[in-house]
Nanobody, 126 residues
């Protein structure tokens, strides 16, 4: 069992940056691939980025490549998500997700998730 708690969301102007964190409970955290999804009002939840259990592999949605960076610190049971060059269309609730034994690419391609966090709001003003 893994519990995920996101933090770091907020209101930022276009072009600005935010750093999201996903803190996980559970001794088996290193065994999980961790990803970020987002859901804007009236839209389906979409995959954004993921990182393998070791941190060695990452996978990003094309719309955020070069702007967002995912990383993890297994010693702290935390995944970080740097959001740079933010655009109004990045406005959404961002959710942390975990998949046991999964790879970053598999999470991105299959959207298969075992656990979800409660989400954190990111709002980008124009």
């Amino acid at each position: 069992q893994v519990q995920l708690v996101e933090s770091g969301g907020g209101l930022v102007q276009a072009g600005g940056s935010l750093r999201l964190s996903c803190a996980a409970s559970g001794r088996t955290f290193p065994n999980y691939a961790i990803g970020w999804f987002r859901q804007a009002p009236g839209k389906e939840r979409e995959f954004v980025a993921a990182i393998s259990w070791s941190g060695g592999r990452t996978y990003y949605a094309d719309v955020v490549k070069g702007r967002f960076t995912i990383s993890r610190d297994n010693a702290k049971n935390t995944v970080y998500f740097e959001l740079n060059s933010l655009k109004p269309e990045d406005t959404a609730v961002y959710y942390c997700a975990a998949k046991l034994g999964g790879t970053a690419q598999a999470m991105g391609l299959t959207k298969s998730v075992d656990y979800w966090g409660q989400g954190t709001q990111v709002t980008v003003s124009s």
